[in-house]
């Protein structure tokens, strides 16, 4: 059975820092891009970044370039998000989905989000 698990948010004070972490099973995970979305209350969900099977293309939403850096370790099944500079408004939960392929880039080119893990950024 396939799992998408997202642990490692918290509450921070702007400008601090937060990696959160994608722990996969249940599928071939280097066989496939995976991405990070977020969703704040009363808001639809947004793509953050994304990261192609063997890592060396990545892909991030405007709002975070520069701040955000996405990475994987295909030897443990996990991706991984750092975030620095954190802002009030990337307060939201936030999930990782499995590519529908290896090198899934685009927005709508994931599928199964797993569990995600909350992030509150305060002023």
């Known amino acids: 059975q396939m799992q998408l698990v997202a642990s490692g948010g918290g509450s921070v004070q702007a400008g601090g820092s937060l990696k959160p972490t994608c722990a996969a099973s249940g599928f071939t995970f280097n066989g496939y891009a995976i991405g990070w979305f977020r969703q704040a209350p009363g808001k639809e969900r947004e793509f953050v970044a994304a990261i192609i099977w063997a890592g060396t293309n990545r892909r991030y939403a405007d709002a975070v370039k520069g701040r955000f850096a996405i990475s994987r370790d295909n030897a443990k099944n996990t991706v991984a998000l750092q975030m620095n500079g954190l802002k009030p408004e990337d307060t939201a939960v936030y999930y990782c989905?499995?590519?529908?392929?290896?090198?899934?880039?685009?927005?709508?080119?994931?599928?199964?989000w797993g569990q995600g893990t909350q992030v509150s950024v305060s002023s």
């Open positions: 989905a499995k590519g529908v392929h290896p090198y899934s880039m685009g927005d709508t080119d994931f599928e199964s």
